[in-house]
């Protein structure tokens, strides 16, 4: 939706001054504000935040006062307390021309402005709770700052700000249909990611403001999902990340997902909608999801154990053993067994009737005093995937665990093995006396100075030589591991 009236221009204007006005007058100092200061002393000494080292700066208790930052390169922890708005001046927590501050973890109540930038950069303002506010985070001229993690009632604004990161925040109205989500006021070169927006007026809002990149955002009941409002220039900004990526999710796409690929010209279902997603002449979502979009948690990296280390290609024996270990937090109990998969191919052993895994058992088998998962896999399966589909009879191989916690969390570990399978000189499926008389017959020679078809470099070390008669002798009478 695109708006050019002459009473929205002249309401924008007077907005913009107004707003320009009160952004670039400094703070005087108020009675009942606490101040961090330069030196990195507290003022009043009393206020319920302590520090050790002038650079982590924590909650005692909940505070009924604004808070002034002065002092660079620090943390502001909350430690989930609440900075409750009280009195003037109508701001929570205050940043004028400051950097590398972190303030995260606070409950903010209250407060018009609830965390005010002005001409700051690389700050980070992460995982906080912010209700009861006109506008949660406010920036101006201020660029390079991360806004994740939030639970940011109202919206987030910005003015005259660049290359900022809105990220993984949950913006919502209490008051449906009210006010934006976030507003951007000559502000380009932002990314918006893996946020969700409910219940505004207009979720997002674009005036002068071009080549931001928006995508992996839910936009859920709001009246317009975007409005885009222009003096003279339009705004023209990204809104996919390419396919199979994606884009955003819209409530009020109506859609289908009957093809898949860039060009959505595939039979079958890939989670996109067949159309794009039009918000005007200008922008377009090309890849709008399906469904609401849902982070992946981060991939845990397991510790895996394959025995054996050394494994023989021909047929012997009826399974491998993996000993699967997690990192500290994670718990081994917590894996979902039937999600394990050797290779993203084999699943764990099961035994009929009914299905279960064999035998799975949790030990401490290194004996590290860390748990470990005991998972069998079928070796004929493995040993058939290693020698056709790999191509790989002699050496080193790198086997990859995979697998889900039951909370949906994805693990993944891998083992380097060594196989060894040789002695099929006549490549005709068994190791037998012919395939030692043509070991015999190029004893010496490289690969490519032996006989047509014939393979009797046994551990491919480019030369038949001695070992690839032992590796015959330790073969004798095997046959080749079956077609998967």
């Not at 409005?227 to 990526?245: A, F, H, R, T």
């Not at 860039?262 to 909608?273: A, F, H, R, S």
């Not at 099961?350 to 058992?361: C, G, I, K, R």
Request: with cysteine; hydrophobic share 35%.
């Amino acid at each position: 939706m695109k708006i050019k009236a002459v009473s929205g221009i002249m309401l924008t204007l007077l907005m913009l001054s107004m707003v320009t006005l009160v952004f670039n007058i400094q703070p005087v100092r108020a009675s009942g504000t606490i101040y961090i200061q330069a030196d990195g002393s507290v003022d009043p000494p009393t206020a319920n935040i302590t520090t050790v080292d002038n650079a982590t700066y924590t909650f005692t208790d909940n505070i009924h006062d604004s808070i002034v930052v002065e002092r660079d390169n620090i943390v502001v922890d909350g430690v989930g307390f609440t900075l409750q708005g009280a009195r003037p001046p109508w701001i929570g927590i205050s940043l004028y021309d400051r950097s590398g501050i972190t303030i995260k973890n606070i409950k903010i109540e209250a407060f018009p402005i609830s965390i005010y930038l002005v001409r700051s950069s690389n700050n980070r303002i992460i995982e906080n709770t912010i209700t009861n506010t006109v506008d949660s985070i406010s920036l101006f001229e201020s660029s390079d700052n991360l806004i994740a993690g939030n639970t940011v009632e109202q919206g987030i604004s910005m003015y005259k700000s660049f290359h900022n990161t809105i990220s993984g925040n949950v913006i919502y109205s209490g008051t449906a249909g009210k006010d934006d989500g976030i507003d951007f006021v000559s502000s380009s070169d932002n990314t918006i990611t893996e946020n969700t927006i409910v219940n505004f007026r207009f979720g997002i809002w674009f005036l002068e403001s071009s080549t931001n990149i928006i995508y992996h955002n839910n936009f859920i009941d709001n009246i317009h999902q975007v409005l885009i409002s222009y003096l003279d220039e339009p705004s023209i900004n990204v809104w996919d990340d390419g396919y199979p990526s994606g884009g955003n999710y819209w409530s009020d796409y109506n859609g289908t997902d009957f093809c898949n690929g860039p060009y959505q010209n595939e039979t079958g279902y890939d989670g996109i909608g067949d159309t794009p997603y039009f918000i005007d002449d200008n922008n377009e979502d090309n890849y709008p999801l399906m469904n609401p979009w849902t982070p992946t948690p981060p991939t845990v990296v397991a510790t895996a154990d394959v025995v054996p280390n050394t494994l023989n290609l021909k047929s012997e024996g009826e399974w491998i053993t993996c000993y699967i270990e997690l990192p500290e937090g994670h718990n081994v109990s917590d894996i979902d067994i039937y999600s394990i998969r050797l290779n993203d191919t084999f699943p764990v052993s099961l035994l009929p009737n009914p299905p279960v895994p064999v035998p799975t058992e949790i030990g401490d088998y290194d004996n590290d005093t860390i748990p470990d998962l005991m998972v069998k896999f079928n070796r004929t399966a493995l040993t058939s995937h290693i020698y056709h589909t790999l191509g790989i009879k002699y050496g080193n191989v790198t086997l990859k665990i995979t697998g889900n916690l039951t909370d949906g969390t994805p693990f993944e570990g891998k083992d380097t093995i060594r196989v060894i399978f040789g002695g099929d000189a006549d490549l005709n499926g068994l190791i037998e006396m012919p395939d030692f008389y043509v070991w015999r017959e190029n004893f010496g020679k490289t690969p490519e100075q032996c006989q047509p078809h014939m393979h009797p470099d046994f551990n491919n070390n480019e030369i038949v030589e001695l070992l690839d008669f032992y590796i015959w002798r330790e073969n004798f009478g095997a046959t080749t591991p079956q077609q998967p």
